[in-house]
């Protein structure tokens, strides 16, 4: 079971300067509960397609390759 | 040959059909048309731009037509774009402050189909602000109002493209459609809309929310619009890598054909679940109107439907930050509140957050894929409520329980964005206040036919699609 530590405006600073974006404090706390939200169902989500069942699936998201999309076709 | 509003009460089809047979005249539509559009939009702010230029283009439309040229189906018809679609040398703004004289040097590919068929534009339609937000309250250009009840949201982020049709300022728009854009705005304002199976119509020349689910289509008063319109646009593109080499269809042959024996799944623990009573009434009766035209209804199990949301969030959020990432550290102050919100907090995400997000995709697409061995299609609600007030950005949908927006209004419609696969969107009822709802229809890959083929039997012998706002 994944644990859910709340998303402080610490916590977003620090995020932030990971990703090299500098928020103001005000900002850190308007981003805070947002992101506490979401990170919560993100990390269930998470801990479900990790499991072993779902070891072998590919991301929805691949590269395109023109003129090979007629195999998609399902009618 | 009939007043302004004789004619802006015809739909698409029929307007094509009597600039056809010379009855009327593209010039009558096009001041009709602006006529509509100065009248009622100093109100509504469906429109960024409107396009005064459109009486010119439709002289030239008569003069074609009179010197024997038929351009297409649409020849002659007033038709608006989402501002997020380029047309070369005029202003495309997405709703945003950032792009607010950006002057494209091409034209979207739909764009260029569109005026190839016939088509002629009359204005660039408001938005959410580059379509990350589904209530097109727009802090830079104006909120759009609903024409149902001007206090209360068009939904978005298509929200000008909606109010436009709905309120007979066109006879038909094009709205894009990533998490619900699309379908969300045309339950809301009791009009048609169609998210197109994800590579069916070119993105080419639209700017981006998320790329590996947007998709564009029309939204029109009639199902029957809503098929023609869609003939002209649908189409591999060469200039879009992610569009299909799939043949298209003739999607108005079909629309008599009614729906005798079609399979109609539902999923009973998700579909009727979480919802306001009069969106489950209006959706649940017409499954019966569909069982009465012949369909059967049949109960299908999605088992990994729950996580939906969250997946859909994930995507939709570290997309639109991946394209918007120089914009937000050199011009944050001139992003709205809320898209800059959201644009930081896709910031924060993981990769694995998003790549496990993308990897449920398959998984819950595999499962329809599945599915679609025991139905031709599924029915639910558009969305889980009715039009919220202005401003709004909580919305109570059972038990007097706070929601927030943006995870509530997406309860159904990312189901289709995440899978890829088509949705229409038709009116099937109005609540207590007299407000739209909105059913989906959704169906297999590349099989929009079917999905135009159901809701054009269920607009035969129904009548919400005739029903004007009272604005």
Redesign the interface.
């Known amino acids: 079971m994944s644990t859910h530590t709340p998303v402080t405006p610490e916590l ?1 600073a620090q ?2 300067h990971y ?3 500098p ?1 103001s404090k005000e ?1 850190l706390a ?2 805070a509960p ?2 506490d ?3 919560k ?6 801990e ?3 499991c072993a069942d ?1 070891q072998a ?5 691949v590269f ?1 390759h ?2 090979n ?2 195999g ?4 | 040959m009939s007043t302004t509003s004789e004619l802006l009460e015809l739909s698409l089809t029929q307007a094509a059909a009597l600039v056809k047979s010379r009855q009327v005249s593209p010039v009558e539509l096009v001041d009709a048309s602006l006529a509509r559009i100065a009248e009622i939009d100093g109100d509504l702010h469906a429109y960024i731009s409107v396009y005064t230029q459109a009486r010119e283009v439709a002289k030239a439309a008569e003069i074609m037509q009179a010197a024997g040229h038929d351009l297409g189906p649409l020849h002659g018809i007033p038709i608006a774009l989402k501002d997020n679609i380029a047309l070369k040398g005029l202003r495309t703004t997405a709703g945003s402050k950032v792009l607010s004289d950006w002057l494209p040097d091409h034209d979207a590919t739909i764009a260029s189909r569109l005026r190839a068929s016939g088509a002629i534009f009359v204005g660039k339609l408001n938005m959410h602000e580059f379509a990350w937000g589904g209530t097109s309250d727009n802090p830079h250009y104006g909120a759009v109002k609903n024409p149902w009840d001007t206090s209360r949201f068009p939904a978005g982020s298509s929200g000008g493209s909606g109010v436009a049709v709905a309120a007979r300022t066109c006879w038909g728009a094009i709205g894009t459609d990533t998490g619900g854009s699309i379908r969300l705005p045309s339950a809301i304002n009791g009009i048609v809309g169609i998210r197109p199976t994800y ?1 069916r119509v070119s993105n080419h020349g639209i700017i981006p929310l998320a790329w ?1 689910m947007d998709t564009a289509g029309p939204m029109t008063r009639t199902v029957e619009d809503c098929a023609l319109m869609f003939g002209t646009m649908a189409g591999h593109d ?1 200039k879009d ?2 569009t ?3 043949p298209v269809s003739d999607y108005m042959a079909g629309l008599r054909h009614g729906v005798k024996g079609l399979r109609i799944g539902v999923v009973p623990g998700y579909f009727f679940h979480h919802l306001q009573a009069p969106v489950e009434k209006a959706v649940r009766q017409a499954l019966s109107t569909f069982e009465q035209l012949g369909a059967q209804l049949v109960e299908v199990d999605i088992h990994n439907i729950h ?1 939906n ?3 859909q ?2 995507i939709e ?1 570290c997309e639109p930050s991946t394209y918007h990432q120089r914009w ?2 050199e011009r944050p102050l001139d992003y709205g ?1 809320d898209v800059r ?2 644009l ?2 896709g ?3 993981l990769a ?2 998003y ?9 819950l ?1 595999q499962e329809f ?1 599945d599915a ?1 061995a025991k139905v031709d299609v599924f029915i639910c609600p558009t969305l889980p409520f009715t039009a919220t007030p202005l401003g709004d950005m909580k919305v109570v949908i059972e038990n007097g329980i706070e929601e ?1 927006m943006l995870s509530a209004i997406m309860q159904y419609t990312g189901v289709p964005s ?1 899978t ?1 696969l088509p949705s229409l969107a038709v009116p099937c009822g109005f609540d207590q206040d007299g407000l739209p709802v909105g059913m989906q229809i959704i169906g ?4 929009e036919a079917t999905l135009f083929r159901a809701g054009a039997a269920f607009q035969s012998c129904t009548d919400f699609h005739h029903k004007a706002p009272p604005i």
């Open positions: 977003v995020l932030g990703a090299a974006l928020l900002r308007v981003v947002l992101l939200a979401w990170l169902d993100a990390n269930q989500l998470s479900k397609m990790a779902y699936l590919v991301p929805a998201t395109a023109p003129g999309h007629e998609e076709v399902t009618l | 590579g590996s060469a890598p992610t299909a080499k799939v996580g949301i969250s997946a969030l994930t959020s937000l550290r509140e919100t959201l930081e907090v910031e924060m995400l694995t957050h790549l496990q997000a993308q990897r449920y995709r398959s998984l697409r894929m679609f927030d995440l890829g297999k890959p590349f099989d």
